[in-house]
């Protein structure tokens, strides 16, 4: 082993800690109120945060910053794989400021086989803290259906490159010719 590999088995392990002290924090955070937005289905259709939890008591919903965002639809290429298994502990919408034609066309050309939801006419994503302005910044909200039938916000975090969210950048990180560097 050259002194290279065990500095990089040393930074390595040291985000493993990291990572785990930010995870335990994050279990300490205290649930946030959250009102029961109302947005648009693909189908045009409206639907309130609370029935998007269908019969999940938690529920991920990730903030996109839509079609236009060539990193964003990277990371919901990586959710859509995945979506079969979270989907079962949890419900899993993909919001985006598209309109309900322009997520269908996206989701089509894709092959996303999550449920996606407009924002276009919405508070939510500014009140998640995940709009400034006009401006869109991409993350994730985890929100819980409490016993009363009420909603709260558990978790949340932004999504960008080299995140624990979107594989594709720790693979291209290990290629000489890394495209997205």
């Known amino acids: 082993m050259s002194h290279i590999d065990d500095e990089i088995r040393e930074l390595s392990l040291e985000l493993y800690q990291t990572y785990t002290k930010l995870q335990e924090l994050k279990k300490q955070k205290e ?16 639907i309130h945060l609370l029935d998007m939890f269908k019969d999940q008591d938690y529920m991920i919903v990730i903030h996109n910053m839509g079609g236009k965002c060539s990193w964003c639809t990277a990371w919901a290429d990586g959710f859509s794989g995945i979506y079969p298994l979270i989907s ?12 309900p034609e322009q997520q269908a066309v ?18 939510f994503t500014k009140d998640m803290g995940f709009q400034e302005g006009t401006s869109y910044f991409p993350g994730l909200s985890v929100f819980v259906k409490n016993a009363d039938e009420t909603i709260s916000r558990i978790n949340s975090a932004p999504i960008g490159p080299s995140d624990q969210f979107g594989v594709l950048w720790h693979l291209y990180d290990l290629l000489p010719n890394n495209p997205m560097s």
Do not use: C
């Open 31 to 46: 649930p946030q109120p959250v009102k029961n937005y109302e947005f648009l289905t693909e189908n045009h259709k409206p």
């Open 106 to 123: 996206i989701k089509s050309e894709r092959g996303w086989q999550f449920p996606m939801v407009s924002i276009a006419e919405s508070r």
């Open 88 to 99: 079962k502990e949890a419900a899993f919408y993909v919001s985006s400021p598209d309109s």
